[in-house]
Nanobody, 116 residues
Framework: QVQLVESGGGLVQPGGSLRLSCAAS????????MGWYRQAPGKQRELVAT???????DYADSVKGRFTISRDNAKNTVYLQMNSLKPEDTAVYYC??????????WGQGTQVTVSL
């Protein structure tokens, strides 16, 4: 019954910035982890960043220092601020929520293209 909707993707020049948002429907009890993943052409889906409902973040090495994940738990929304974007950041970005035994739900994805 959980649905996630991403927004904020688009086309940006190298060195530019984008802010992605992901809003989850429903109200969640207990601990959970929301995160951002991406899949580039010809590559496997990879973790970008996660944040627990307690506020603990984790980042892929490739984005550390450039991307910032944040959450608004009251709104069930997770954000990804992406700065200093590189062409290799080009991918479809998906958010998800991991509710442990209650499962994992994925959003529909939003395209991020970093190009001149």
């Amino acid at each position: 019954q959980v649905q996630l909707v991403e927004s904020g993707g688009g086309l940006v020049q190298p060195g530019g910035s984008l802010r992605l948002s992901c809003a989850a429907s429903g109200t969640f009890l207990g601990l959970n982890v929301m995160g951002w993943y991406r899949q580039a052409p010809g590559k496997q889906r990879e973790l970008v960043a996660t944040m627990s409902s307690g506020g603990t973040p984790d980042y892929a090495d490739s984005v550390k220092g450039r991307f910032t994940i944040s959450r608004d738990n009251a709104k069930n929304t997770v954000y990804l601020q992406m700065n200093s974007l590189k062409p290799e950041d080009t991918a479809v970005y998906y958010c998800n929520i991991n509710r442990g035994l209650l499962g994992i739900t994925w959003g529909q994805g939003t395209q991020v293209t970093v190009s001149l």
